[in-house]
């Protein structure tokens, strides 16, 4: 069994406003991220993402990072955060972000009209953040190449499919009965 597959199947469940919401490593940091589970995750990405002609990866902070900073080391592609943190700068794009259980305000530096991008992410669940992020990337006049999540959280509402955008996922789960379930091992697409 694959090391996202078994590390998702052995994810505590927490309760956060009746949102079910797993601990993994890869969306919090806890427990433990261990080496070969990034590396797997970081190869897959590079097996189903759309790399060609790509100018540059761009990522939420925080829990994407670890995530793009691995696959812009692998590829040679540089990397964008998108910060909560505003710095004023004059290319600055604010978006506003809500998800499952919070909102935020976001930021967008350094991120060109015209230039391509692959977006990556660690979890899609409502779609909240993903669908700010792609809506604010084609305003900037962006062109996304491609997007992927590591893992989708099915069941609930997704922003990002009511929106039109199309995200690529390395794997689909659920939360039944305070367990992740396996929905789709392969992902969307």
């Known amino acids: 069994m694959d090391q996202l597959k078994q590390s998702l199947l052995e994810a505590p469940i927490i309760e956060k406003n009746g949102y079910h919401y ?49 696959v812009s080391l692998m590829t040679d592609i540089p990397l964008t955060v998108i910060r909560k943190r505003q710095y004023g700068l004059d290319d600055e ?14 930021y967008i530096n350094d991120v060109r009209e015209g230039e391509r991008v692959l977006v990556l992410d660690d979890v899609l669940s409502t779609g909240g953040t993903l669908a700010a992020v792609l809506a604010a990337l084609d305003e900037i006049g962006a062109e996304v190449i491609d997007t992927v999540a590591v893992i989708k959280k099915v069941g609930g509402e997704n922003k990002v499919d009511d929106a039109g955008y199309d995200v690529k996922t390395l794997i689909n789960v659920d939360v039944v009965d305070g367990e992740v379930v396996i929905v789709d091992e392969e992902g969307d697409r």
């Open 22 to 70: 797993f601990v993994h490593p890869i969306s919090d940091g806890v427990p433990k991220l261990d080496p070969t589970l990034l590396r797997e995750i970081v190869i897959r990405i590079i097996r189903k993402a759309q790399l060609d002609d790509v100018d540059r990866i761009v990522t939420p902070a925080a829990m994407g990072i670890h995530i793009s900073t691995a």
């Open 93 to 106: 794009v604010e978006i506003s972000q809500k998800t499952g259980y919070s909102e935020n305000e976001m």
